[in-house]
């Protein structure tokens, strides 16, 4: 059990570019979960799957952000057209069943928009 | 929907004092609760977890919180803070294991040699 793992830790790209990113959970873990967040703050909930069906997403999630979860595997988040206030930390979190089992997360990934 | 409120954003201790971390959470039914630490430029660790059954949870590293029904309170307490524990501490609350916790704010915690 290596944990979950994120890629890129961190990125920095110019506003307008679209950035993806990558998560894999504990590999027995049906869930993942995706939040954001940003300096001071605690994470916000952005989305979740069970296996490879995306089951919640929140009204944070705006029409540029996408997630996807192929073969109930890994998940990747991709923000198409990124704006400043994208700039955040992306955490990817991995649950055996509910929450009643508490999250394992990953070290997340900073975004920086410049 | 369920919420948690952090009282302090900012709590100093000396090392071998006491810590104290205060969250209170709203809940329409009964709820999960939790603690995590984030240490800088890392994920969240799970410290302890309250779901059912006994009210007073151990944690990792000493911790341990008591779910307080009538007072809609789970603290956080150390009896004796160590210098390691410098962090930020999140309270997290979920109803009956929905898929959407909910985090506080956030404290950090400072410790003096």
């Known amino acids: 059990d290596t944990g979950v793992s994120q890629n890129p830790r961190h990125k920095i790209t110019k506003r307008g570019q679209n950035v993806t990113f990558r998560c894999d959970p504990i590999?027995?873990?049906?869930?993942l979960y995706w939040y954001r967040q940003t300096l001071g703050q605690g994470p916000e909930f952005l989305t979740y799957?069970?296996?490879?069906?995306?089951?919640?997403k929140s009204r944070l999630l705006s029409d540029r952000f996408s997630a996807e979860r192929p073969k109930g595997s890994f998940s990747t988040l991709e923000i198409q057209r990124t704006e400043q206030g994208d700039s955040a930390m992306y955490l990817c979190?991995?649950?055996?069943?509910?929450?009643?089992?508490?999250?394992?997360f990953g070290s997340g990934t900073r975004l920086t928009v410049v | 929907a369920q919420s948690v409120t952090q009282l302090g954003s900012h709590v100093s201790v000396s090392e071998g004092a006491l810590v104290l971390l205060r969250c209170n959470y709203s809940?329409?039914?009964?709820?999960?609760l939790f603690w995590y630490v984030q240490y800088p430029n890392q994920g969240l660790q799970l410290l302890l977890k309250?779901?059912?059954?006994?009210?007073l949870v151990k944690g990792i590293n000493g911790f341990e919180a008591e779910f307080k029904k009538s007072e809609t309170s789970f603290h956080l307490t150390k009896p004796s803070a160590h210098m390691s524990d410098a962090a930020e501490y999140f309270c997290?609350?979920?109803?009956?294991?929905?898929?959407?916790?909910?985090f506080g704010a956030g404290t950090r915690l400072t410790v003096k040699p």
């Open positions: 979190a991995s649950s055996l069943d509910g929450a009643g089992d508490g999250y394992t």
């Open positions: 997290a609350v979920s109803e009956m294991d929905n898929n959407d916790m909910r």
């Open positions: 799957f069970q296996n490879e069906a995306q089951l919640e």
């Open positions: 590999s027995e873990h049906n869930r």
């Open positions: 309250y779901t059912t059954g006994a009210t």
């Open positions: 809940s329409s039914v009964p709820p999960y």
